[in-house]
């Protein structure tokens, strides 16, 4: 029995150490395996991060958009601009040089406006097209001696922005006033809807001729010249002299003496009509309140 008991002892004793051995071993196994299949997820990592760079740059024109303007905001060359200009001249035959500027304003495509012209000046508006502005402005500073020039430029893109977005609303609510006129039944309600729509057609119209004239000042710019004669002497004053001088004179004065009179009494004027008012009533009130005179009786004479 002792034999046998020491020989389960030494079997036991080999039987845990075959058993630690494999342990180790399978350690070592699924170490290497872990390590022989870890190289691979890198890869597939570096594989995505190239496909996401491929699209990346296979999509310039989403990166160019998202660095370029921003959505809703005009760019350079879409902004609505009204331009005006003032040009002087000086030249020593003033209706000539009326005649070609208006030739000037023909050729460019415009047309003349208002004139006014006098013995030794003349004002004229020009309207021409806003891409020619410029070559006009040359054009007209060849014609005389330029003494003054003036330019301008009014940005007028919110407006126009403003106006338009008013307008499809204003649209989009008059379809549904009208909608509703033909869903009416009663003639109250076809009253009702009637004035309704008239009142939004009256306002979109209006929108609709604003729009109008902002398109017209940003198509068409406006040139005002003015031509002067080279060496006008200045006026002189009118002299009078003799009896009707005198008597001119003399009106004159009395207009002047007049007006000034007129103006004192017209600043006066309210200090009179709160000041006066209050202290009348005044008066009257305290005339009310004193009492009357009793007149004095004549003794009576004695008898004799």
């Given at each position: 029995?002792?034999?046998?008991?020491?020989?389960?002892?030494?079997?036991?004793?080999?039987?845990?150490?075959?058993?630690?051995?494999?342990?180790?071993?399978?350690?070592?196994?699924?170490?290497?395996?872990?390590?022989?299949?870890?190289?691979?997820?890198?890869q597939?990592?570096?594989?995505?991060?190239?496909d996401?760079?491929?699209?990346?740059?296979?999509?310039?024109?989403?990166?160019?958009?998202?660095?370029?303007?921003?959505?809703?905001?005009?760019?350079?060359?879409?902004?609505?601009?009204?331009?005006?200009?003032?040009?002087s001249?000086?030249?020593?035959?003033?209706?000539?040089?009326?005649?070609?500027?208006?030739?000037?304003?023909?050729?460019?495509?415009?047309?003349?406006?208002?004139?006014?012209?006098?013995?030794?000046?003349?004002?004229?508006?020009?309207?021409?097209?806003?891409?020619?502005?410029?070559?006009?402005?040359?054009?007209?500073?060849?014609?005389g001696?330029?003494?003054?020039?003036?330019?301008?430029?009014?940005?007028?893109?919110?407006?126009?922005?403003?106006?338009?977005?008013?307008?499809?609303?204003?649209?989009?609510?008059?379809?549904?006033?009208?909608?509703?006129?033909?869903?009416?039944?009663?003639?109250?309600?076809?009253?009702?809807?009637?004035?309704?729509?008239?009142?939004?057609?009256?306002?979109?119209?209006?929108?609709?001729?604003?729009?109008?004239?902002?398109?017209?000042?940003?198509?068409?710019?406006?040139?005002?010249?003015?031509?002067?004669?080279?060496?006008?002497?200045?006026?002189?004053?009118?002299?009078?002299?003799?009896?009707f001088?005198?008597?001119?004179?003399?009106?004159?004065?009395?207009?002047?003496?007049?007006?000034?009179?007129?103006?004192?009494?017209?600043?006066?004027?309210?200090?009179?009509?709160?000041?006066?008012?209050?202290?009348?009533?005044?008066?009257?009130?305290?005339?009310?309140?004193?009492?009357?005179?009793?007149?004095?009786?004549?003794e009576?004479?004695?008898?004799?």
């Amino acid at each position: 029995m002792k034999f046998s008991a020491r020989r389960w002892l030494v079997l036991v004793a080999a039987g845990l150490a075959l058993a630690g051995c494999g342990s180790n071993d399978s350690a070592k196994s699924s170490t290497s395996f872990s390590g022989e299949a870890a190289p691979a997820q890198p890869q597939q990592g570096s594989g995505s991060a190239k496909d996401s760079a491929g699209s990346s740059q296979g999509q310039p024109g989403q990166q160019g958009k998202a660095a370029g303007v921003p959505v809703g905001q005009a760019g350079v060359q879409d902004r609505k601009l009204v331009k005006t200009a003032k040009l002087s001249l000086a030249a020593s035959d003033v209706p000539a040089i009326v005649d070609s500027v208006r030739q000037v304003a023909v050729g460019a495509g415009g047309y003349t406006g208002q004139e006014r012209s006098d013995k030794h000046s003349a004002t004229v508006s020009l309207a021409v097209p806003s891409d020619k502005l410029d070559t006009t402005l040359a054009d007209l500073s060849k014609l005389g001696e330029v003494t003054s020039r003036e330019q301008s430029t009014q940005d007028v893109t919110e407006q126009v922005v403003d106006v338009e977005s008013r307008i499809a609303t204003q649209k989009a609510s008059v379809e549904r006033v009208r909608a509703l006129l033909g869903k009416a039944n009663s003639v109250g309600e076809i009253t009702s809807v009637e004035a309704e729509l008239t009142t939004r057609e009256a306002e979109l119209e209006s929108m609709q001729r604003r729009q109008q004239a902002l398109a017209g000042s940003v198509a068409m710019s406006t040139i005002s010249v003015s031509v002067s004669q080279k060496g006008t002497p200045p006026a002189k004053p009118e002299e009078r002299s003799g009896f009707f001088g005198g008597l001119a004179n003399g009106w004159d004065a009395f207009l002047t003496f007049g007006g000034g009179v007129l103006t004192v009494l017209g600043a006066l004027g309210p200090f009179l009509l709160f000041l006066g008012v209050p202290a009348f009533a005044l008066v009257w009130w305290l005339r009310k309140r004193r009492p009357a005179r009793v007149p004095a009786t004549p003794e009576p004479l004695p008898a004799e």
